[in-house]
């Protein structure tokens, strides 16, 4: 098969790396990629919002599947845009996609479709948001409706705090439309985890567990970031765990999707609160998480493809996906000052050493090559080391051995991801 990856970060790295592993892969190109993904297949540089420029660039080289990474595509429709010109597309389409690109609709759908998850209520004006804000006495989760990179979402535990936070967005423009209408949420407590299911439609199965590490520094201090490192599977979780989840979240989404005349096809990534009233969904995303898929797809003893190719035909009914019996952690190394401002351009150390090695990979999120060819930061989540190992200890000695052997003095990284 001849397959596009669109994205260019940690997560379509590691894509790319699995994809291209499998025998059923002939031809692969990746767009617009990074350096990391340029040793092993050709990338053009397109950027992950060019619907056209994608669309262009997978009929011009007779792309039989295109895998998608980020949300952005996949909510400006991607898939759809495929479609009409008769190119199969591994994610969603633009309106099963509403269910990460918008909170609203993903939280009105859980609320019809009986799926466990914090009460809410929806404003578009200061008066309301504040009323609510009263009743919860603060203690409560101000969203943004749209997609803000990850930033649109405010935990609080005052009044003051939460009002704060809903006149930046109702009324001072901060996420300019996406934060036009906001949710006013119930804050729930609990451990967190992720769950990761592929589905065509019809049929789900769990493809993995991780536990994303979201706060830029140790002991979960420190601002929300993208997320500084991932475990899989998820420490909290557990065979009965993910049934329950799959039996109350999973499967009613995708059959309640599939009522409103929506096919869901791809991943469903649940964020997942593990509260005393049972696991509740935090959030929707229609797409493999960033730094979890360098943990998950390790673990994946099935091949990609296979996966990937089973989706779209719609053969995923009867179809077994094995894991091994392992542990994967990765750590992401991100440049200083990250979440805020950082710096671009730094060199960073020759990383060709650790393409031999087996139980490590070093997957590139943020990185770029200058006029002399050198590797440099282009971005706040710069690197992803991921261990692979027997336990939780194998995979912490070997990404933090590796990561120090890097030494790369222009960064830092978390030194607790998978601590138990
Ligand atoms: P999200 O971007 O929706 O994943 O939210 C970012 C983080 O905010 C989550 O990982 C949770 O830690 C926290 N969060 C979001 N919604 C709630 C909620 N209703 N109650 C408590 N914490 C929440
Ligand atoms: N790591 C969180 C995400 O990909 O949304």
């Not at 260019?8 to 993904?37: D, F, M, Q």
């Not at 190394?333 to 150390?349: I, V």
Request: proline share 4%; with cysteine; charged share 25%.
């Amino acid at each position: 098969m001849n397959i596009l990856v669109v994205g260019g970060g940690g997560r379509e790295h590691a894509i790319a790396h699995y994809l291209s592993k499998s025998p059923l892969t002939k031809n692969l190109i990746v767009a617009p990629g990074n350096p990391g993904i340029k040793k092993f297949a050709e990338c053009y540089p397109i950027s992950v919002d060019d619907i056209e420029g994608q669309c262009k660039l997978a009929k011009d080289n007779n792309i039989d599947l295109v895998f998608i990474g980020p949300e952005i595509p996949l909510v400006l429709g991607l898939k759809d845009k495929l479609s009409e010109i008769g190119i199969k597309a591994f994610g969603p389409s633009a309106k099963a996609a509403q269910l990460e690109g918008s909170k609203t609709f993903s939280r009105n759908f859980c609320k019809r479709n009986n799926i466990p998850q914090p009460d809410f209520i929806y404003c578009n004006d200061i008066k309301t948001a504040k009323d609510q804000i009263e009743l919860l006495n603060g203690y409560c989760v101000v969203k943004a409706d749209g997609l803000a990179a990850g930033k649109g979402v405010v935990v609080c535990d005052t009044v003051e705090e939460a009002i704060y936070a809903s006149t930046q967005m109702l009324e001072n423009n901060k996420f300019g439309d996406a934060g036009k209408s906001i949710l006013i949420e119930e804050r729930i407590t609990g451990i967190e985890a992720s769950i990761f299911a592929v589905s065509d439609g019809d049929t789900a199965i769990i493809l993995g567990t991780a536990q994303d590490h979201k706060r830029a520094y140790d002991n979960d201090q420190g601002p929300n970031t993208g997320g500084m490192g991932a475990i899989s599977p998820a420490p909290a979780l557990n065979d009965s765990l993910n049934q329950e989840i799959f039996n109350k979240i999973i499967i009613p989404t995708i059959n309640g999707m599939k009522s409103d005349g929506i096919v869901y096809e791809g991943i469903l990534y649940a964020g997942i609160m593990l509260t005393k009233d049972g696991p509740k969904v935090i959030e929707f995303n229609c797409r493999f998480g960033d730094p979890e898929t360098q943990v998950v797809l390790p673990r994946l003893e099935t091949d990609l493809v296979e996966i990937v190719k089973n989706t779209v035909d719609k053969k995923l009914n009867g179809m077994k996906i094995d894991l091994f019996d392992n542990t994967a952690i990765t750590v992401v190394l991100a440049s200083q000052g990250y979440p805020g401002d950082f710096k671009k351009g730094s060199e960073l150390p020759l990383l060709n050493k650790y393409d031999q090695e087996t139980n490590i990979s070093i997957f590139h999120s943020g990185t770029s090559e200058n006029n002399e060819k050198k590797l440099i930061s282009n971005g706040g989540r710069v690197l992803s080391v991921t261990a692979i190992g027997q336990n939780v200890k194998e995979c912490r000695d070997k990404a933090y051995k590796t990561i120090e052997d890097i030494n790369w003095e222009k960064g830092f990284y978390r030194k607790d991801i998978g601590k138990l």
